[in-house]
């Protein structure tokens, strides 16, 4: 069975490009864009672990991190934080197939939700 992560993150764009890479490394992940409605999505999604952008346009990551570690149907699910250069390594190689100056940091972001998962 997949580990399902809840990918909280406001940018779209971003949050495609990662959904598509952790779809491919085979996590079932569910996208959620708009932050309003975290507190119903993760009954809904029942993530192993939640991915949370630590800039979010709205509301500080810190607050939803702490919300959402306070909440008995959510407090056992690790919440891992992470910003842009976290997976910029999937966006160069994208741009460019001989740019892979990142891979080191998204090696090091993939390894980090396997660890958290395992856990």
């Known amino acids: 069975m997949k580990k399902r992560i809840l990918l909280i993150d406001d940018d779209v764009i971003g949050a495609n490009l990662l959904s598509q890479l952790l779809n491919y490394m085979g ?3 569910c996208s959620l864009p708009r932050i309003e ?4 999505e993760i009954p809904k999604c029942k993530p192993d672990l939640i991915l949370l952008h630590d800039i979010l346009s ?8 702490r919300s959402i570690n306070a909440i008995d149907g959510s407090s056992h699910i690790p919440v891992v934080k992470f910003s842009e250069s976290d997976y910029s390594g999937f966006t160069s190689l994208l741009a460019s197939q001989e740019n892979v100056k990142h891979i ?3 090696d090091t972001f993939i390894q980090k939700i396997e660890h958290q998962l395992v856990a």
């Open 27 to 29: 996590y079932e992940v």
């Open 37 to 40: 409605r975290v507190f119903y």
């Open 58 to 65: 709205t509301i500080s990551s810190n607050v939803i991190e």
């Open 104 to 106: 080191t940091s998204l």
